[in-house]
C-alpha cells in the first residue's frame, strides 16, 4: 500500500447460525488492533516512497523552470514545506437480540482503517524568492565546490560572470554576449594548476565573514611557473605575490585582490536553458529564439553544452525526467550521463541560496489529502 490511501470500513453481518464463526473473526481483528502498532512497519515504506515521490517532483519542477526559461515564460517554485502522516486503525462489535427461537439475530461489527497525509507547500515569493533565485551566490560557496573536486572550469562556466572585469559567457535575452576569449583562458589555467598541485584555496571563517584566498605554492616545474606567470598577467595581478584575496566586485583595489561576481540562480538558470533544443515550428513563429552555437572555445576542444534537453509529440519511453509544456514533451534522457550529471548539479547550487528568512512564516497553502 501507498503512503496515501483512503479510509477503509468493513461491516460484518451474521445470522445466528454463523455469528460463532463472525465473533471469533472480528474479536480477533479487535485484538490485533488494539495490542499491535501500525506505526513501526510504515515507516520502511512510507519513508522511502515519499523520498522517491519528492526527489522525482523537484526534478520535473526544476526541468519545467529550465523549459519555461527558455520560452521566456516566468519560473514558479513551489517548496514541499512537511509532510505528515498519520494513521488509525479502530474496531466495533455489536449485537441486536431477537426473540428466544428467531433465527435472525444479528451480530454487527466493522473496523476502519485510516492514512491521512497532510503535505504542505509554499510558493516562493517575495523576499525568499529575491533570497534563493535573484541573489548572487555566495563566493564562499563557489570556492568551497572547487575545494571539493568539481572541475574547476565547470564551476567557473556556470557560477561566475565576471573575473577582474574579464566577462564570461552571457545568454540573457537582452544581455547576450560572447565569452571574452581570456576567460576561457584563465578557466583552462586554474584547472592545470590544480591539477599540477600549484593552485589551492583557502576560505578562513569567523563569526562575521568568510575570507576566500587563492594561494600559489612555490613552483619548480617551468611549464608551472609559466601557467603561473600567465594567470597573473591575465587578472592584471602581482607578479610576486603568491597570496591573493577573493572580493566580491568588478576590479579589486588592489593587484593582490580578485574581484568577482558570480551569477545568481537566475542567471545560472538562463545559461542552462538556452541549450534546450526546441520545435522549429516555435521559432520559424517567433515564439522562441533559435538553440544557440557554442561559442566558448577552449585550447583543445570546444566546450561542450551544459544540457541536453530533447522534445516530441508524445512522452518518451525511457526518460531519466520529463514534462509536459504547451502540449510538447521535453526530457533528459536516462542514458545521458552528462545531462543527468549537470541536472544534479544545478539541483545542488540550489541548496547554497539562502531559500527562507530569519523569522519563519506560516505555510501559504496546506493541503489535507484524504
Keep these: 500500500m501507498g503512503p496515501i490511501a483512503g479510509i477503509r470500513e468493513t461491516l460484518f453481518v451474521a445470522t445466528r447460525r454463523h455469528r460463532g464463526t463472525a465473533v471469533l473473526a472480528l474479536a480477533a481483528c479487535i485484538v490485533l488492533s ?68 428467531a433465527e435472525d439475530n444479528l451480530l454487527l461489527g466493522n473496523g476502519t ?10 510558493p516562493l515569493t517575495g523576499e525568499k524568492y529575491s533570497r534563493g533565485v535573484l541573489r548572487p551566490l555566495p563566493i564562499s560557496s563557489v570556492f568551497l565546490l572547487l575545494q571539493s573536486g568539481y572541475p574547476t572550469d565547470l564551476i567557473l562556466r556556470i557560477c561566475v560572470q565576471t573575473m577582474n572585469g574579464i566577462d564570461n559567457q552571457r545568454t540573457g535575452f537582452l544581455t547576450a554576449a560572447d565569452a571574452n576569449p581570456a576567460f576561457v583562458e584563465i578557466m583552462a589555467l586554474m584547472r592545470d594548476l590544480q591539477a599540477l598541485g600549484v593552485l589551492f584555496y583557502r576560505i578562513d571563517r ?52 580578485i574581484a568577482i561576481i558570480t551569477r545568481s540562480m537566475s542567471q545560472i538558470m538562463t545559461e542552462y536553458a538556452a541549450d534546450i533544443d526546441v520545435p522549429k515550428n516555435d521559432v520559424d513563429e517567433g515564439r522562441v529564439r533559435a538553440t544557440r552555437a557554442v561559442s566558448m572555445t577552449g585550447r583543445d576542444t570546444p566546450v561542450s553544452r551544459l544540457i541536453k534537453v530533447q522534445n516530441g509529440d508524445t512522452p518518451p519511453d525511457d526518460a531519466h525526467v520529463a ?16 545531462s543527468k550529471a549537470s541536472l544534479q548539479f544545478m539541483m545542488t547550487l540550489f541548496s547554497f541560496t539562502e531559500r527562507g528568512s530569519a523569522e519563519r512564516q506560516a505555510p501559504v497553502i496546506t493541503v489535507p489529502t484524504y
Design 34 to 101: 488494539g495490542c499491535a502498532s501500525i506505526g513501526p512497519p510504515t515507516v520502511n515504506r512510507d519513508r522511502f516512497d515519499y523520498v522517491v515521490a519528492i526527489s522525482d517532483s523537484l526534478k520535473r519542477q526544476t526541468l519545467l523552470n529550465l523549459v519555461k526559461t527558455r520560452y521566456l515564460d516566468s519560473p514558479i517554485y513551489m517548496d514541499i514545506e512537511s509532510v505528515i502522516s498519520q494513521y488509525a486503525i479502530e474496531g466495533q462489535l455489536g449485537f441486536e437480540l431477537k426473540p428466544k427461537f
Design 323 to 338: 514534462v509536459s509544456y504547451r502540449g510538447r514533451w521535453f526530457w533528459v534522457a536516462d542514458t545521458d550521463l552528462v
Design 113 to 122: 482503517y485510516s492514512d491521512r497525509p497532510t503535505i504542505t507547500y509554499s
Design 206 to 257: 569567523d563569526e562575521e565573514k568568510h575570507d576566500v584566498k587563492v594561494v600559489f605554492k612555490p613552483v619548480t616545474s617551468r611549464e608551472a611557473q609559466e601557467k603561473a606567470a600567465r594567470f597573473r598577467q591575465l587578472l592584471g595581478l602581482d607578479a610576486k605575490a603568491n597570496v591573493f584575496t577573493v572580493v566580491f566586485g568588478v576590479e579589486g583595489r588592489s593587484n593582490t585582490e
